[in-house]
C-alpha cells in the first residue's frame, strides 16, 4: 500500500467540514481523511484500486460525516432546538456518530438498534452517553429488521417529541457526503475512471457520486449490495451479515438512473477480502469495506492497466472483534 494521500487542496477550496475548525473538541476533525493505493491485494494487469480510508474520522467511520450533517442541518432550519432529545433507528454505525455529534453539542440521544449488530457498535453508542434500545433479529439481517427499527424509533419521536433524523429520508446527510466526494477528486488529481460504494441509506452513494461527477463528468458509478438480499438488481430480500446496507428495500432517495453498474457480494465473500485486505495492505474493516473492495477488484480488472478505481474503508475493523469477521 502506497503512503496515504492527504487533500492538498488550499483552504479555501476544502470541503466545508475538512476546514472549519471552530467546532468543538473532536468535531473539528471529522472529514478531511487520507487515500491509499492498493499494492498487494490487487493482482497484475488490474487498473489501480484506491481506497478512502475513512477509519480516520473520529469514531471510526464515515458516518461522522453524515451524522454532523443531519445534525447541523436540523439546528441551522430550525427543526432541532437546544437541549431537545434526538431519536434514530441505526445498525450501529450512524449511531455510534450520532452519539460523539449530540454529546459535544449537549443534545440527549435515543437509538433503536438490533442484536444482528456488531456489539462494539451498541458499546460505542453507550459510551457516549446514548440511550440504546436493542430489538431481536435472529438470524441476522432480516427484510424486517431495519422496518421494525423504523417503527420503534417513530413511535418513540411521536411519545417524547424528540428530533428523528431519520436517516434514509434525510437530505441533510447528502450533503454531508459531498465533501467526501471532493476530497477524493482532489487529492487523485480528477483522475479516478470509476467509484465504487456499498449501498446503505444510499447518502455516501449520492453525495460523492454528485461531487465527482461535477468534476469528472466521466467517471463510472458502480452501486454494491449483498448477493443475499440483491432489491436494488430486482432480486427479492433476503438474510445476509454485511453490516451498513442490503436493508430489504429500495432507499427512499436513491434515484437508480444516477447507477451506472450494479455489483453483487455474497456475505462469505465481503468477509474473506476484509481479512484478505487487513492482512496484505492494511486496511483493516468490516464486511461492508470488504463488499466494496471485492467489486473495487471487479471493476479494476475489466479496466485494466492505466484506469484508476476508487472506493471507501468504510470504517475500523476494532467495530468488528466480538462478531466472525476476526474471530
Request: net charge negative; hydrophobic share 40%; with cysteine.
Amino acid at each position: 500500500m502506497t503512503r496515504p494521500v492527504r487533500s492538498s487542496t488550499p483552504d479555501e477550496a476544502r470541503p466545508t467540514n475538512a476546514r472549519l475548525t471552530d467546532r468543538p473538541g473532536a468535531l473539528a476533525a471529522i472529514g478531511d481523511t487520507p487515500v491509499a493505493r492498493l499494492s498487494r491485494t490487487t493482482d497484475p494487469g488490474m487498473a489501480e484500486v484506491w481506497v478512502k480510508l475513512e477509519a480516520d474520522n473520529p469514531t471510526g467511520s464515515y458516518k461522522d460525516r453524515m451524522a454532523l450533517a443531519m445534525i447541523e442541518g436540523a439546528e441551522r432550519s430550525g427543526r432541532l432546538r437546544p437541549g431537545q432529545t434526538v431519536v434514530e433507528y441505526t445498525g450501529g454505525s450512524t449511531g455510534s456518530s450520532l452519539a460523539l455529534v449530540c454529546s459535544v453539542k449537549g443534545y440527549p440521544l435515543r437509538i433503536v438498534s438490533a442484536d444482528c449488530f456488531a456489539a462494539e457498535k451498541i458499546q460505542t453508542m453507550r459510551a457516549f452517553g446514548a440511550d440504546v434500545e436493542v430489538l431481536e433479529s435472529p438470524g441476522g439481517i432480516t427484510p424486517t429488521t431495519v422496518s421494525r427499527m423504523q417503527a420503534r424509533a417513530a413511535e418513540i419521536a411521536a411519545e417524547t417529541g424528540a428530533y428523528a433524523t431519520d436517516q434514509f429520508n434525510n437530505r441533510d446527510m447528502i450533503d454531508g457526503y459531498a465533501g467526501l466526494g471532493r476530497e477524493l477528486a482532489a487529492q487523485l488529481d480528477d483522475r479516478i475512471d470509476a467509484f465504487v460504494s456499498y449501498i446503505g441509506t444510499a447518502g455516501c452513494y449520492l453525495g460523492a457520486t454528485r461531487a465527482l461527477r461535477e468534476r469528472i463528468g466521466s467517471i463510472h458509478r458502480v452501486a454494491v449490495e449483498p448477493a443475499e438480499s440483491a432489491v436494488l438488481s430486482g432480486r427479492p430480500p433476503g438474510t445476509h451479515h454485511i453490516e451498513g446496507g442490503g436493508v430489504g428495500f429500495v432507499p427512499p432517495q436513491l434515484d437508480m438512473t444516477e447507477v451506472d453498474e450494479l455489483i453483487t457480494i455474497e456475505t462469505d465473500e465481503a468477509i474473506a477480502m476484509a481479512r484478505r485486505v487487513a492482512r496484505a495492505d492494511g486496511v483493516w474493516s468490516g464486511p461492508s469495506t470488504g463488499a466494496n473492495i471485492a467489486a473495487a477488484l471487479r471493476v479494476a480488472a475489466r479496466l485494466g492497466p492505466g484506469a484508476r478505481v476508487a472506493t471507501l474503508q468504510v470504517d475500523s475493523g476494532l467495530k468488528y472483534l466480538s462478531g466472525g469477521v476476526y474471530a
